[in-house]
């Protein structure tokens, strides 16, 4: 061969290799692998972290990591790694090279990318775990190939390869048995000990443009949140085989049901002090015959009331809201169908089945069924025909104030799915009785019964343990689904119905399961039943592992008040504090003002629970409330009403009456004695405090309002400043003329509240904004823009709001931007974000912004769903985050609009003052 030809065919060569690695590196190198595409099909739990060591860490100091090494499935893979890492680190162990200083060895592998585990069912009772480790750099992927040489040097093991369908598989195979399979796929490390899982890896990679495990919920990323350290992603259509490894066939039927609401969920998990809170999204079931198919539509059930119906052996609780009508047995009457489909509409949609302790490991739980009563009169005439037309005897037996009669009919008569799951366990467990306890109708067995009522009569539920009652007001306060199990009163439930090769485990892993004891699962749906109904809607989703006595300390930074002061109806707004009275030791007590969904209006004074008046209005307010000359000045839809704080009388020539035609979208109190009123047709209306329109009102706008309205007196003349969503701000005077020089164009939307300041003159008054472009605008009342900045970066798909000060002041304020999930607080005064968080959910989050002085201000974030408020400083961080917070970032329950805060000075402590539902809580907060 002649040397031309040599070396044209060696760059030939060379340029061949070449086009291949450009076409590898900008094709098939240049697509990023998607991680949750190598997770086969049938995994039930996937973990996912993208911080290790800070999980770990976070572990350690819940107290539960050394429990969680110690499980079998950890150990199969943690002893070969934990090995391979000391000798490659010279034998200092990995996790106390991540606590102490710098991560070595298997953490500093780990970093921070993106590591995932799954459990998988692999055989009958056995389950295997697959985890997966992407490389980052050659040095990684040279790491890693060390760490399998190094045990197969090691005598105690054997490295080998095989080659399955095309692909390379390692085998680390112990000479005491047991065997690690490790795939390496475009530097992704996938290893089990199951080799079945890791050949569904290799059956996978040839569909991988088929859904992933995690697909039903696209681009949703967890992960990204602050104080996530890890995400959970459950599949429910599987649970019921993990739970058939784990338990008896059989015994978890009901409960498979209920978890079946959702077919998939993705949940972030969050450490706090004592607890463990997942929270995310659900998917609803699609199957036909599934609960969410019979469930969708109906109303959320309210979890509080059951407090003081729940006693304190309760050992697993499922609440279901919606009524799950059974069919119509042939067997039964048609008077006794008619009387049950009365009884069943005398009760609140929803079924609330409590199962107490067992006494001994083989004794069967005993179980009952709650059912709120919306008259309870009636339910008891119905309880009695159904006794008649049952030939049940109409004798009763009495346990302290409540009576306990035969019920003359089967559970599941009425109660359809949810009742005993065979007719043998219904026959075993005697006749059903019935008693009524408060407001709910109680059934059960007659000796079960019997027991649960003399726990009542002694005040032995939940509403008294200070352990549940802290439960209650950290779970959700509305909830299609709760399951509430508190291991201690189930642990002889679990060991009689766990399956016979698993007690053993269960016993040995005691403390990881007793470490957090309280459980609870909640599912809640969209608030209004027309979200449920588009495509794509989820489930609010919400697991809590709590371990009673360790959020609370008697110093902490959050103190709770109790269950709280109950009204009849639930809250609804914000509630409004009035002015504070110096009381005798020195702190500030403030009277509260609240309003409940029905409009009726109460003044709590400060220090008591009880209500100094209560005033029914004709409908909810509209709009905030206001103190004009000592006085209250609020507005319902078609009245202005101006009440005495005192005593809550009308001042005189109040109400003002609107006609029917007019409907109030809030009311306005000016320095002086004016009053104007905007509805939602974009009308204006100027009175003063006799009741008199003055001419020239009302005014029509060409737009729909930004937010309320301002009024103000300059130099002894009204003025009228309103801000319009199409981008135009006006001035008008006291005829309802236009000042000179408005309207004043902001350059772009507006949306949210303005800010006024009056001056001696027009040229000196000034009002702020702030436009859809991020812009804040100073605009004088002579229609001059006297300052103009950008406070933040915009899309089209951002929105910004000034929030004023909440006590008025019109020299501090803060400017929010919200871009779907993501909301910012900038100050005027700073680039730099004072707030910056990504949100779980959507829509319009409500934000306030207290400044009691500069070292003292608090910013408060309200979420409609799941309904908490978070307190924040300016320097981003929680309030009340440490031993004592509430949650792991600070939140508290709320379900209002927002909430009142005061500072006291002279105990260095902020009063919080917010609505759950029905109740209004008072809580103190440490200043830190």
Request: glycine fraction near 8%; hydrophobic fraction near 45%; proline fraction near 7%.
């Amino acid at each position: 061969m002649s040397r031309k030809l040599l070396a044209l065919l060696v760059a030939l060569v060379a340029l061949l290799s070449l086009a291949t690695y450009v076409y590898y590196r900008r094709t098939l190198a240049a697509r990023p692998v998607d991680p949750y595409a190598l997770v086969p099909d049938d995994a039930v739990l996937v973990l996912a972290t993208r911080d290790h060591a800070a999980l770990v860490q976070h572990l350690q100091e819940a107290g539960v990591w050394d429990n969680i090494t110690g499980v079998r499935y950890f150990q199969q893979v943690a002893g070969p790694l934990a090995l391979a890492d000391s000798l490659d680190t010279g034998g200092r162990p990995a996790v106390a090279g991540a606590v102490a200083g710098r991560p070595r060895g298997l953490l500093a592998l780990l970093g921070k990318k993106l590591v995932l585990s799954s459990l998988h069912i692999t055989g009958p009772g056995q389950v295997d775990v697959l985890y997966q480790i992407p490389l980052a750099s050659v040095r990684e992927y040279r790491q890693a190939r060390g760490l399998l040489e190094t045990l197969g040097r090691d005598p105690r093991y054997r490295l080998g390869t095989r080659d399955y369908e095309g692909y390379e598989l390692q085998e680390l195979t112990a000479v005491a048995g047991g065997t690690l399979t490790v795939l390496n796929y475009r530097n992704h490390l996938l290893l089990s000990t199951h080799a079945a899982l890791v050949e569904a890896v290799v059956h996978r990679l040839g569909h991988l443009d088929a859904p992933t495990v995690r697909a039903g919920f696209g681009a949703t990323d967890l992960l990204r949140l602050r104080d996530v350290d890890a995400t959970l992603l459950v599949n429910f259509r599987r649970v019921p085989a993990l739970l058939d490894v784990l338990f008896q066939p059989g015994s978890h039927a009901l409960l498979d049901q209920a978890l079946a609401l959702g077919h998939e969920s993705l949940l972030g998990i969050r450490f706090g002090p004592g607890q463990l809170v997942l929270t995310g999204f659900a998917n609803p079931e699609t199957a036909a015959n599934s609960w969410q198919q019979r469930l969708r539509g109906q109303p959320a059930q309210a979890l509080r009331p059951l407090a003081d119906v729940l006693p304190l052996r309760s050992a697993l609780v499922l609440a279901v809201a919606g009524q799950l009508a059974p069919a119509p047995a042939a067997d039964t009457a048609r008077a006794s169908r008619a009387a049950l489909d009365s009884l069943r509409a005398s009760l609140v949609p929803g079924t609330t089945l409590a199962y107490l302790a067992a006494p001994a490991p083989g004794v069967v739980p005993s179980r009952l069924t709650l059912l709120r009563s919306s008259a309870p009169a009636r339910t008891a005439q119905w309880l009695a025909r159904l006794r008649r037309l049952g030939g049940a005897s109409p004798a009763f037996g009495r346990v302290g104030n409540y009576e306990m009669y035969e019920a003359g009919f089967g559970s599941a008569a009425l109660l359809g799915p949810l009742a005993d799951t065979t007719p043998d366990e219904a026959a075993a467990s005697g006749p059903l009785s019935t008693a009524l306890v408060n407001n709910y109708l109680v059934l059960g067995a007659s000796a079960t019964l019997r027991a649960y009522l003399a726990d009542v009569a002694a005040g032995q539920v939940w509403s008294r343990s200070a352990s549940q009652v802290a439960l209650l007001q950290q779970a959700q306060p509305l909830a299609r689904l709760t399951v509430l199990a508190d291991v201690r009163q189930g642990w002889n439930a679990l060991l009689g119905t766990l399956a016979e090769e698993r007690r053993a485990g269960l016993l040995r892993n005691e403390s990881l399961l007793r470490h957090f004891s309280q459980v609870a699962w909640q599912l809640v749906p969209p608030d209004q039943p027309t979200d449920e109904a588009r495509p794509g809607s989820q489930y609010f989703a919400q697991l809590l592992l709590r371990r009673p006595g360790q959020a609370l300390a008697p110093d902490s930074a959050a103190s709770a008040t109790g269950v709280g002061l109950r009204f009849r109806t639930p809250l609804a707004g914000q509630p409004f504090l009035l002015p504070a009275a110096p009381a005798t030791d020195g702190t500030l007590a403030a009277p509260v003002l609240v309003a409940d969904s029905l409009g009726v209006l109460s003044l709590l004074p400060a220090g008591t629970a009880a209500q100094a008046w209560a005033d029914s209005l004709p409908g909810p307010l509209a709009g905030p409330l206001h103190l004009l000359r000592g006085r209250l000045l609020l507005a319902t839809a078609h009245r202005v009403h101006w009440l005495s704080p005192v005593d809550g009388r009308e001042a005189p020539g109040f109400p003002l009456n609107l006609p029917d035609s007019v409907t109030v979208a809030s009311v306005v109190a000016g320095t002086s004695t004016r009053i104007l009123v905007a509805t939602a047709s974009n009308d204006l209306l100027l009175f003063d405090t006799n009741g008199r329109r003055y001419p020239g009102w009302p005014h029509r706008l060409e737009a729909p309002l930004a937010g309320p309205p301002a009024l103000l007196t300059v130099g002894g003349r009204d003025v009228v400043v309103v801000a319009l969503r199409n981008g135009y701000v006006y001035a008008l005077d006291q005829a309802g003329s236009r000042y000179p020089g408005f309207p004043v164009s902001a350059g772009a939307r507006l949306e949210g509240p303005l800010l006024t300041s009056a001056g001696p003159t027009l040229a000196r008054s000034q009002l702020r904004v702030v436009n859809q472009h991020g812009e804040l605008l100073t605009i004088t009342l002579s229609g001059d823009i006297s300052a103009r900045r950008r406070v933040a970066t915009w899309s089209r798909t951002a929105s910004f709001r000034l929030v004023p000060e909440a006590s008025g002041r019109v020299s501090s304020f803060v400017v929010v931007r919200q871009d779907g999930g993501q909301l910012d607080v900038f100050n005027p005064s700073s680039a730099a974000p004072l707030l910056s968080r990504q949100l779980l959910t959507s829509g319009d989050k409500p934000v306030q912004w207290f400044d009691f002085d500069p070292t003292h201000q608090v910013l408060a974030l309200t979420e409609p769903l799941p309904g908490q408020v978070a307190l924040f400083t300016t320097q981003g961080r929680p309030l009340g985050a440490g031993a004592g917070a509430p949650s792991p970032a600070g939140a508290w329950p709320s379900t209002g609009t927002g909430v009142a805060l005061r500072y006291e000075a002279a105990r260095q402590r902020y009063q919080l003052v917010r609505f759950v539902r029905r109740e209004l809580h008072r809580d103190e907060v440490r200043v830190e």
